[in-house]
Structure formats: C-alpha cells, structure tokens
C-alpha cells in the first residue's frame, strides 16, 4: 500500500464560462502547464479546493476565477463530478505526491463578453475545440474522414457502428441529436481520435485528430458543460442569460445557432419564440443589422430561474 499522501485525493474545481462574442460561443480559458518548448493547450480556469481555507466549493470557485482572469461570475450551477483515475490537475503542485485528483465542474453563462482584464486569458471559441458538432453550414469539413477513421477503429463491430451511426447520424434512419456532445468526445477518445487520447497513452497523435486539445481532462469536461447548455435551451430560457439587455429577433437567433451548432428556420424560430411569451418589444429599433432597423426586444420582467418556464424552440433548417 503507498503512503497515506500518495493515497489522498485533492479536489479542484473547473470553471466553464461561456459568453456570445463576434456571433460565436465562447469558453473562457487559461494556458495550461507546457513542457519546456512545447505550447501551452488551453485550460478551463481551475482551483483547488482547501477545506481549511474554503467555505464553500461556489466561493472558491469565484475567488480564483477572478484571480486567474479577472473576470467575476454571475450565476453558475453544478455540472458534474470528474474524478477518473489517471486525470491530473493544469495546476498539479510539483513534488513526490501523487494524489488522486477529483474535479468537481460548474457551468456559468454571461452577457458580458467584453476582453478580459488578465492577458493571460482568453475567450476560445467553443466551435474549434469542437468542429465536428457545428453543423450550421451542413456537414463539417472534418466529418467524412472523421467518420471513415471511426468505420476503420469499428473493424465490422456491430456494438461499436452502431454507437458510431446513433451519435453522428450517419445513416437516414438516425437524427442528429445536438445534445450528445459528451458521448460523441468520448467515443472519439476511445477510437484514439482526438490528442488527449494519444497524449494520455504516450503514444503519438493521430494524423487527422480535429479540434484544439486542452490540459487534462478539461475537454471533457467543456463537452460536458456545452451538452448541459444545448440541452437545456429546449426546456429553460437560458439563452437570455447570454443576451443584452435589448436585442433584435435576428441576434436571438444567431445565439441559438451559436449555441446548437445548427441551422434554425427563421420564421419557426421566430413564431416558436412568441409562442412562449419570454420577450417584449421595447418600441425601440436597432440600426445595428446592416439593414432595415430591426426592432428590439428585451425580457419580461420576474425571476425565470423559477416555475415551469419555457426553453426556445430549435426548428432545424430541411
């Protein structure tokens, strides 16, 4: 048996942030620990937890968040556990101890896109980390060999082309669902397709691997956390969350898309929106489109965090 600090566990916390910014979805994010001449992949702002010093896991959050981007949250909630043996820490104190490293995930969303006060920081759009889930121009580029490398790892297994075909619709009989992004990542990794996986077995990356790695687990952890969002834009009215105070139907529109990486009809869209009585327009008219001035809306006044509140619609294009 080792040493009781070999058998300890540190727990982190994990931070994913994601703001509307130039009509992309964006994570806000840190450089990760780099080996000597090696660039430094991108690492969700993340912490330690120190039950001594930390009341509670959401302060702690907020605290080094701040610290490390000088950006403050807003609302944030829990996402999930992460706590697989083998994950290491960005920020891992250097020395002889090898602990067990849990982190435990929040999401938050902000309106607030503006450059961050820490240079170190950055908002990555959240479509490069991830190019095979956004579908809003048709099929991605990196889709079809993507698809052929996964046919290849399957070998004629029956359990692993069905997975394949169920997560990535790759046959008629099967519709994309956008909400999957965690179990899309982790097949991925398991056929050995994207960089983590080859990073994690010490073995060379794969020649067509798509998407920007990141430190440790933390696309993982970013696939969970975007999963969470698209799921809940259909049943919870989060997209306000990401949303100026005022705003055309036509920029609601392209937050949805930004978000669900597809392409929405524009009048379903529009009348799904009515439909669920969120908005009201202002009397006011933007002269920001480019175009004819839009009219702008905003949303009704009360607390939608509450009650049986509707999400907004996500007609996909035909």
Known sequence: MGSPA???????LSAVVIALRDRKACVLTTPGDASPGETAAAALPFGPFDPARDRTFE?????????????HLGFVEQLYTFGDLGRASPRATPGPERRREVSVGYLALTADSA?????EARWTPVLDVFPWEDRRDGDPACLAPLVADLTAWAAGDLRRQA????????????RWN???????????YEAGLVAEAARDQDRPPHQTAPGRTMASDHRRILATGLGRLR???KYRPVLFDLMPAAFTLSE???AAEAIAGLSLHKQNFRRGVERTGLVQPTGRLSAATGGRPAELFRVI?????????LGLPLPAQR
């Open 301 to 309: 006044d009360g607390d939608l965090s509450t009650g049986e509140t």
């Open 115 to 119: 450059a961050t006060p820490r240079a």
């Open 6 to 12: 070999e058998q300890g566990v540190r727990i982190g």
């Open 178 to 188: 956008e909400g999957r992004v965690l179990d899309r990542y982790e097949l991925l």
């Open 59 to 71: 302060l702690a959050l907020r605290d080094f968040v701040t610290a490390q981007t000088g950006f």
């Open 163 to 174: 997975r394949i075909e169920t997560l990535f619709a790759t046959t008629p009989t099967h």
């Open 231 to 233: 799921s809940k834009l």
């Open 252 to 254: 609601l529109q392209t």
